[in-house]
């Protein structure tokens, strides 16, 4: 795997490091097929490059997946498929924190919170949104949404691995769109402030 973040990625990315060499569109994507067409990810919780709220991350005990929103995609697409992944955490591969694909190949959204039609294990090995849990004293984390436009229905069983996700997917994509959040930890994490107090 290469560890140097393609130039056309780079280009894209609000803070482009080393880590984003791993990201799976470092793989799958190239500058002909980032944006095609205008294909464009947004989010109403964040704009691109600024920091996720903690109500999406593991500082929030009810935390959900943010929302997200998309145009049209390139023509001849059949499937849409989402893979999030944080490219400086440590470890030989991004850490994966979102698996999803059966989305409608047309203009749509993900509500906040809402489950998707299909997913995949995160790292963690289970099927839902992975919370952003950096290291306290780590810098910022970048969350990479990465929307795939695909030439064919996939047909993978929900549960499925990254790695067979993006076997499926390899050779048909037909435009990417992606979409970065940040995140870093509290310095300080008091979740009981004032709550074990003795009584009087």
Not at 128 to 154: C, I, K, R, S, T
Request: charged fraction near 20%; proline fraction near 8%; include cysteine.
């Amino acid at each position: 795997m290469s560890t140097t973040t393609p130039a056309w990625l780079a280009s894209a990315l609000p803070n482009a490091r080393a880590g984003h060499a791993r990201l799976t569109v470092a793989r799958l994507g190239s500058a002909e097929l980032l944006g095609k067409g205008g294909f464009v990810l947004t989010s109403a919780a964040f704009a691109d490059g600024e920091a996720l709220d903690p109500s999406f991350t593991a500082e929030e005990e009810d935390a959900v997946a943010p929302p997200l929103e998309w145009n049209n995609p390139p023509a001849g697409a059949m499937e849409l498929a989402l893979i999030v992944e944080d490219g400086d955490a440590p470890g030989a591969d991004a850490a994966c924190h979102w698996l999803v694909w059966g989305l409608a190949a047309q203009q749509g959204k993900l509500m906040e919170g809402e489950v998707p039609p299909r997913t995949g294990k995160n790292a963690k090995r289970n099927s839902e949104w992975l919370l952003p849990a950096p290291a306290p004293g780590d810098d910022p984390h970048d969350y990479v949404f990465q929307l795939y436009a695909l030439d064919l229905p996939l047909t993978l069983m929900p549960g499925a691995t990254r790695a067979e996700l993006v076997e499926a997917m390899d050779g048909h994509v037909l435009g990417v769109a992606v979409l970065t959040a940040n995140f870093a930890a509290s310095e300080e994490e008091d979740w009981n402030d004032g709550e074990d107090e003795d009584p009087e």
